[in-house]
């Protein structure tokens, strides 16, 4: 795993030679350029959060800064749009995911590291041939299975569905990982008279946690932000997940309770952006590593 | 023993899918009763080739992902590099650039139809504060800005993942090559151009195919921004395969647009091979 994708930390370390060697002026300008850009990419967020505060008439009222206070834009955007439904939905799609696409990816993954053969490896380059595969292109086939199967309409088909293209990802970072764990380390246990499965178990697996961790946050916001799934295999908006429920309000409300949409979204964003910086370290980890292996 | 449960469940719910839909692409089955389908040849894809919808879909998709993997990296990258002087204010930048990839979507199609809908912020700065106008511009109204704004917003969302994947690649940037460039009397610029760049080539070559097998990926920011309109402006080919299937029930067309789909991403995997084989 690399050890470049680590967010830095604040430089304790004298600066490089290049960066020193950059003027005064030179860096006044360049703060301005951050400062200037950074403000730019963050109209759109901090725009809504101005509409979420405002009243009805407000909104409409061609102002650029609020003139109200409406707290209650998100208690009547929470019970107007059945957020709470929605918002459980979410939940439950998300953690059955991170359970299966976990479970799943880090046994084989050992597997694929610990047990290399000709086969086997085919195998895992197969399985990595689904990162490239858009969900679009195989939905047709999976709404029909998942109606076969019995599951159309049910939470159970979209975590399968979400773990499905989580797996390629998670098993290609989690082998890369493993592969950084001496073989001796499970090998000793071996002699010691572990079971294979007990050397997997308390050797290898509490090693892993920083990188199941890492497949853990990106099996989270995959499936906290999908929307194709949910869409396809739930029949009804209103009781589907977050994504699906805010796309179906944003049609139906969009221009006419823009305060209350926005104060819809505001309540969606503010989690997922929670879990994402707070985690940011794993993610840009995650990040790195499965862009240099692939 | 190990990797048994992960291949028999990628097997069934993701191969199995793929090989299905390329099997359906040659039926003319429509709606979803399965006692209806029928052989239907190669049909379906001498359909395809007359559909002026669908040709429209297709450039527009061609478009997208030309676009986007261009702006990305012709934004990422130099934000990467403002951040890497680590002036003050670079935090700023990193964390503004880093937010929008945690949205879905769905959310950032919202954001963005808030700052330009006809109500919006800029329609409001245009018409009411600086009347430059008087009536609102369509940034998704018009067939013609429709799918700009949709780049645009895209670019907006995906440009901190190039940034951070950039990031990454600099920090093991080598400090003596540019150190030993600079004592040759190397300007920031010549050092730019001469000794990171060149260092940054294999990692220049990685992003832009993440980049652009992520572009035919792209169905949730156009289904909820614009639908696909006005009038197909914005429509992709995955916009176009989810109206066939599950709004007109033509499930054998459908699945030949979905063929379609999976060609144009594996050309662009298989360019990786190549685009890294001359980087290195």
Request: glycine share 8%; net charge positive; charged share 10%.
């Amino acid at each position: 795993m690399s050890s470049a994708g680590a967010l830095p930390t604040p430089s304790t370390t004298p600066r490089a030679r290049g960066e020193r060697r950059l003027g005064p002026a030179a860096r006044a300008s360049l703060s301005i350029v951050c400062f200037v850009i950074g403000a730019v990419v963050l109209i759109p967020l901090v725009w809504t959060l101005s509409l979420s505060i405002r009243t009805g008439s407000d909104v409409f009222s061609n102002r650029l800064l609020p003139h109200s206070f409406r707290l209650a834009n998100f208690v009547d955007a929470w019970n107007q749009f059945g957020l709470g439904t929605l918002f459980l939905h979410s939940v439950i799609v998300t953690l059955g995911t991170v359970a299966v696409t976990t479970a799943l990816s880090v046994t084989a993954a050992y597997g694929f590291a610990r047990y290399r053969s000709r086969v086997t490896e085919a195998i895992f380059l197969l399985i990595l041939t689904g990162l490239m595969v858009p969900p679009a292109a195989v939905i047709i086939p999976f709404f029909v299975a998942m109606t076969r199967l019995g599951l159309y309409n049910t939470l159970l088909s979209v975590v399968i569905g979400e773990s499905v293209f989580a797996l390629p990802f998670s098993l290609l970072l989690l082998r890369g990982y493993i592969d950084t764990i001496p073989v001796e380390l499970t090998d000793a246990a071996r002699v010691d008279g572990a079971s294979q499965l007990q050397a997997f178990r308390y050797v290898a697996l509490p090693l892993l946690k920083p990188a199941l961790a890492t497949v853990a946050l990106f099996s989270t916001i995959s499936t906290w932000n999908g929307f194709l799934l949910p869409l396809v295999l739930l029949n009804n908006s209103s009781t589907s997940t977050l994504t699906v429920g805010l796309s179906t309000v944003s049609s139906e409300f969009g221009a006419l309770n823009l305060q209350l949409l926005s104060a819809a979204a505001v309540l969606a964003i503010i989690p997922i952006l929670v879990v994402f910086v707070a985690a940011r370290r794993y993610y840009v980890q995650g990040l790195s590593a499965g862009a240099v292996k692939q | 023993m190990f990797i048994a449960p992960a291949t028999a469940f990628f097997a069934f719910f993701l191969l199995f899918p793929v090989l299905a839909v390329i099997l359906l692409a040659f039926t003319n089955w429509t709606g979803f009763n399965l006692s209806q389908i029928g052989w239907g040849g190669v049909g379906n894809f001498k359909m395809l080739a007359h559909d002026a919808v669908l040709t429209q879909a297709l450039i527009h998709t061609v478009i997208f992902v030309a676009v986007t993997t261009v702006a990305l990296n012709l934004v990422g990258l130099p934000v990467a590099l403002l951040i890497n002087t680590k002036v003050v204010g670079h935090d700023f930048l990193r964390i503004a650039m880093f937010l929008p990839l945690g949205l879905s979507p769905v959310l950032t199609a919202i954001l963005w139809q808030e700052v330009l809908g006809p109500y919006g912020l800029i329609n409001e700065l245009v018409v009411h504060t600086l009347h430059l106008t008087s009536t609102p511009i369509g940034f998704l109204g018009n067939p013609h800005l429709a799918l700009i704004t949709v780049l645009l917003a895209s670019v907006w969302q995906y440009t901190g993942y190039n940034m951070l994947l950039y990031y990454a690649g600099l920090q093991s940037l080598p400090k003596e090559r540019l150190e030993a460039a600079a004592i040759d009397g190397a300007g920031a610029l010549r050092r730019l151009r001469y000794v990171t760049l060149p260092y940054l080539r294999p990692v220049i070559a990685v992003v832009v195919v993440l980049n652009l097998i992520g572009g035919w990926k792209v169905f949730d920011l156009i289904y909820v921004l614009t639908g696909g309109g006005p009038n197909h402006s914005t429509e992709v080919l995955s916009t176009y395969l989810y109206e066939q299937a599950f709004t007109l029930n033509r499930v054998g067309y459908a699945s030949s647009i979905a063929v379609a789909i999976i060609a144009l991403a594996t050309v662009s995997a298989l360019m990786r091979g190549r685009l890294a084989g001359e980087a290195t």
